[in-house]
């Protein structure tokens, strides 16, 4: 309601009927909160899941960022972000020094308006849910929707049970250094793997058959390109 009205007109209020008439323009927002955060057939966002903002891997992430702190600085503001198909592809650096619950209520406003990795240092994640693929794909008759479910539901399910996040206060003192935890999950139509390092969690959609030991692999090698390839900024 602050985002769409403003503050003081919510504290000042003169006349309660105009105010439930504009408050109206809020209500799909307040909707998907009250839902759960449960997500549109065409929400391909995990940010109510995660609580981390949606980001976009892009090489010219710096070009950008240079060009949007100008048009800020026009504009008089240091708050500001460019999204390309509902993912933040560059921010100001005062973008990302707001609290973790104002970027997720911005990024649902923003979406009602219209493959995963979550670094839980930095507070993002970066997902895919149908990259690269081509007609007669083995994963081709998982629909775009499905597959985001699919990570979903496993997120859902071994995030807190089977695995803590990156600095989560349930790893307490524990060494940082230790080894990095992992889930495996195998199905009839596909497999799930889950790894941990030191601040990002992984999770992968794979096709059944595989050996947990190439899916390891195949994983951290992902996580590795994601993390430390200079064209991989998000």
């Given at each position: ?63 950008f960022e240079g060009i949007l702190n100008c048009f800020a600085e026009s504009v008089g503001t240091v708050f500001g972000c ?36 979550v670094n839980t240092e930095k507070r993002r994640c970066l997902s895919s849910l149908s990259p690269h693929t081509v007609s ?99």
């Amino acid at each position: 309601m602050v985002f769409y009205l403003g503050l003081e007109e919510l504290i000042n209020v003169k006349n309660i009927e105009r105010l439930k008439k504009d408050l109206k323009v809020c209500y799909p927002l307040i909707d998907t909160i009250l839902d759960g955060l449960n997500p549109k057939e065409d929400f391909e966002e995990f940010c109510g899941l995660t609580d981390c903002t949606d980001v976009l891997s892009c090489p010219e992430r710096s070009t950008f960022e240079g060009i949007l702190n100008c048009f800020a600085e026009s504009v008089g503001t240091v708050f500001g972000c460019l999204r390309v198909r509902g993912k933040v592809a560059a921010a100001t650096p005062n973008w990302w020094t707001l609290d973790s619950v104002e970027l997720l209520q911005i990024q649902l406003l923003l979406s009602n308006d219209s493959y995963l990795v979550v670094n839980t240092e930095k507070r993002r994640c970066l997902s895919s849910l149908s990259p690269h693929t081509v007609s007669g794909d083995v994963h081709s008759h998982l629909t775009a929707v499905r597959r985001r479910d699919i990570l979903r539901t496993f997120y859902k399910t071994v995030v807190g049970t089977m695995l803590d996040l990156p600095g989560s206060t349930q790893q307490g003192s524990e060494d940082s250094s230790q080894i990095s935890k992992e889930v495996f999950m195998n199905f009839e139509y596909y497999s799930l793997h889950a790894l941990v390092s030191d601040v990002c969690l992984i999770l992968v959609l794979y096709p059944s058959g595989l050996h947990n030991h190439y899916l390891r692999s195949i994983t951290r090698t992902t996580l590795k390109t994601l993390t430390h390839e200079k064209n991989c900024r998000w």
